[in-house]
């Protein structure tokens, strides 16, 4: 019998069109009464913690990524980042912040990737798991031949590891990976019993339901019932016997406790299986568990031993903005470290947005050699840097620069009859007048283009007559903020740059 036939659902959001299609996503987390012995114990020792006074709990995170035997279907690091970007949104009441434990473990293995059931992966956990860290193994989830759509992810008991699948790994999904970290630190679903139990009006309501072990089913008064002792265990999550979800995040069932009265379960619970809600929240209860948890695993505490990086942006040396690279050969591209930094995510596209990617790679210095030739042909790149490190990853700043692979193209640094410009102050205060003194042995029209260090336009002069001999043209920088930027006069028939440092 598949005990997880019936379980489902949290994440409406990411995947609205492919859910109500498929009806059912599933948590195969298997939570045993010897679990529920040590939710009791934390239950117990969390009355004596305080969630609002606690210093920031640091949590320290493993993450193997798994690709087929042939190295591919990884899921993107920049994933990993955002799935951690979340975890800290949604642990952030109770002080809990995840930080990167030891580099990215990369395992490629066909049949781990493709898990076929939520059991399988004892042997490769035992190879690759860490003891001081929380272990996250990210592939394909395939119980029941039901690739992404199946089993979403579990906390494994036994092996003490969570698995997820890969596309629920990201920022959008806000119920996924902090569920099954719920359940890594004791929680139980709020409706623990009735897993695989859908509620029957027909029939009278039961005192216990069975999923494999005998549980107590929770009475929905508080002041005389038996919270405590029954459900989840925890009196500040109302009863709820609901394994099989209900869309708009609302329940309009009619069930009632053996008591008769009627239950009202709260769909917005992390630890609940109802979808489509705005937030998912844990309880303040759940919140103490949880603390008490990490509290006895010492094996797992640690503190980062990085500062967090304030400045992400990386200011980019080669290739400058426009210039010309010899795509026939391997390039290496140069950046400025960025302070604290210790790793850098480096793409190169033939988008600006970079979401084709070309070449791609992690580096621990400010440079990156292509893999290749650049010969897919084309004339125009991109090239973005991401720094990041153990705490800081959850950040959006891109430095972007662009490249020309034709010499003969816009990108090659000439124009004919202008040899060189010069541009006056530099540095430059943002309260002052940018000027540019331009000699030319001919007539021609060009455009000035300002770009900041990212790659952003951020002043245009278009369509500027340049006279043969001495010209003068002036750029307004008024509130540019301080920073790297390029000033790049540009026509068809080429482009070329100067660097600028503007100052507060
Ligand atoms: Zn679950």
Redesign the pocket.
Known sequence: MNKFSSILVLFALIFPTYIFAQGHTQ?G?FTTPSEIDRLKRNIQASKSINVANRDVTWVPLQWHLIARTNGTGRIKEEQIFESMCRLNLEFEPMNMQFFIHEEFNYINNDDFYNLESTGAGGFQYFLHKVPDAVNLFVGQINVGGNTGGGVAGFYSPSDDVIHLDRSYVNFTDEATVP?EVG?FFSLP?TFYGWETTVYDPSQPTPTSVNWGFWNPVELVDRENGNCENAGDYFCDTPADYISQGGSGCSYNGNAVDPDGVAIDPDETNMMSYFFGCDDYLFSEDQQAAVLADFDGRPAIHSIPTVAPITDFEANLNYPIWGEYVNANNAATFTWEEVPNATHYVVIISPVSSLDIVHDRAIVTTNSFTTSGELTDGRENYYWGVYAYNAVSYCHNEVSKGQFSTDENSVGVKEISGVNDFVVMPNPISNTDELTLFIDSERAVDVDFKLYSATGKNVRSLLNNKINQGKNQFSMNINELPAGMYYLSVQNKEGVLNKKIMILD
């Open positions: 948590c987390t569920h359940h679903h």
